[in-house]
């Protein structure tokens, strides 16, 4: 009787959550319940997603992403479980494919591998990862099978893409994203420095998206950094 009444009560939380799952649209659980199913099972895992401390603790002091200002408003609403999504929808935006044209010697764009449906920039496999002279000696590169960013262009125009510690830092202390939810230390998901984007307003926070894509790829090229650029 107490199972009975526990199941009934919980049922409309569940019918609720099943329904903001599937309208995130595609992502690496297929849209059906036994998609949703894996993603209650990783959400276990889940880590709090806007601490600042685990930078400090973070070897790569160097920086490539210039101070930003703080974002307006408050943080948008994002959905209830770990395939990160904005609730609210916004403006297209193609910021991911201006950026790795700039960059086109040392990347490519082709689909994801952490979402199977979103164009991603990554490293180009000519490249040797473990060669300091061309990329960070840290394995982040390796970790994300060398994809640096993606644009949800499917559904919402959030992003995912790995930043140095101190511009990760910055991201969220401003208030223009925040950590995966599987990321940081003990977690079994992405590296640390996997990161969510919200999503462009405006023209003008398309500008300060495309800055922080493009201070991703710098990180993972290892570009020159903003002193040595300077």
């Not at 009444?5 to 659980?29: C, E, I, N």
């Not at 199913?37 to 806007?50: A, Q």
Request: proline letters at 8%; one cysteine or more.
């Amino acid at each position: 009787m107490i199972a009975a009444l526990v199941v009934a009560s919980a049922f409309p939380f569940v019918r609720r959550d099943y329904h903001t799952f599937l309208k995130g649209g595609p992502s690496y659980a297929p849209q059906n319940l036994r998609g949703y199913f894996i993603v209650l099972v990783l959400s276990i895992f889940r880590g709090e997603e806007k601490s600042l401390a685990i930078y400090d603790r973070m070897p790569e002091k160097r920086r490539w992403l210039e101070d930003l200002l703080e974002r307006e408003g408050p943080r948008p609403r994002t959905t209830s479980h770990i395939i990160q999504r904005q609730v609210r929808s916004s403006p297209p935006c193609t910021v991911i494919q201006r950026v790795q044209a700039r960059h086109a010697d040392k990347t490519h764009l082709a689909l994801s591998k952490f979402e199977n449906h979103a164009e991603a920039i990554f490293v180009r496999p000519e490249i040797l990862i473990d060669d300091p002279k061309n990329v960070p000696s840290h394995d982040t590169v390796r970790r994300t099978k060398r994809e640096i960013a993606h644009m949800h262009d499917y559904h919402d125009y959030t992003c995912h893409l790995a930043l140095a510690a101190q511009d990760g830092k910055q991201v969220i202390q401003k208030g223009w994203g925040q950590r995966h939810p599987l990321a940081g230390p003990g977690m079994p998901g992405p590296p640390n420095e996997w990161t969510f984007l919200y999503a462009p307003r405006n023209e003008e926070e398309m500008k300060v998206v495309e800055k922080i894509i493009e201070a991703s790829v710098g990180y993972m090229i290892n570009a020159p950094t903003l002193d040595e650029s300077k």
